[in-house]
Nanobody
């Protein structure tokens, strides 16, 4: 069964850090892994992505604070989030895109940044 499973969300104070993980199983020919997030009442937005060649890109709102990486041996992609802000509060989703432009999504993990 093809699936993406996220973990690592939680409650953190402003300025704190969290690391999200996403494990994929059964997905062939992934070309890009990415993280998206959706805050209450807002549309889902792209946060960061990484290609099979380890090329990374970030939304301006997280550049310099978040780092995306992948461990191919573990089929896992990470999102290291530092200097968190209340505006980073959202459900974070893992995405995998294949060479056939098929998108797979995880179930999401809640990140809450609050004093």
């Amino acid at each position: 069964q093809v699936q993406l499973v996220e973990s690592g969300g939680g409650l953190v104070q402003p300025g704190g850090s969290l690391r999200l993980s996403c494990v994929d199983s059964g997905i062939f020919n992934i070309i890009t892994m990415a993280w998206y997030r959706q805050a209450p009442g807002k549309q889902r937005e792209w946060v960061a992505s990484i290609t099979t060649g380890a090329s990374t890109n970030y939304a301006d709102s997280v550049k310099g604070r978040f780092t995306i990486s992948r461990d191919n041996a573990k089929n896992t992609v990470y999102l290291q989030m530092n200097s968190l802000l209340p505006a980073d509060t959202a459900v974070y989703y893992c995405n995998a895109r294949t060479a056939w432009h098929t998108d797979y999504w995880g179930q999401g993990t809640q990140v809450t940044v609050s004093p």
